[in-house]
């Protein structure tokens, strides 16, 4: 069912530009209001330009990784909701994810 308020915002950031399509595409479906960004340098600089309600980031990216985008998050909008998705099993980067604030971790 769409959201009959003002749609939450979401920022998708991902390398993998068809899973960060696709996860827009389920999200907008849903009613939510979702930018992407396919890096982390242009992630951050979304976060530092505008709100999120949720910011979805991939913890592997070439330039600025998850965690990279975690500690954007803390400087400029700490109220935001994070979540990490990962295609590989890293307990040690999804433990410090976490311990950064990330409120989720997904595999």
């Known amino acids: 069912t769409p959201l009959t308020e003002e749609s ?16 827009a595409e389920v999200l907008e479906d849903e009613g939510y ?14 976060i530092c330009e505008e709100e999120y309600d949720l910011i979805l980031t ?7 990784d998850g965690l990279g985008i975690i500690r954007a998050v803390n400087k ?6 994070v979540m990490v998705i990962s295609g590989q099993k890293e ?15 997904m595999l």
């Open 8 to 23: 939450l915002r979401v920022l998708v950031i991902d390398d993998e530009k068809a899973f960060a399509q696709t996860v």
């Open 33 to 46: 209001s979702v930018t992407l960004a396919y890096n982390g340098k242009e992630g951050v600089k979304r």
């Open 58 to 64: 991939d913890l592997n990216m070439p330039d600025i």
């Open 76 to 81: 400029e909008q700490a109220d935001s909701v």
């Open 91 to 105: 307990v040690k980067k999804a433990v410090q994810a976490l311990a950064e604030g990330a409120s989720r971790y």
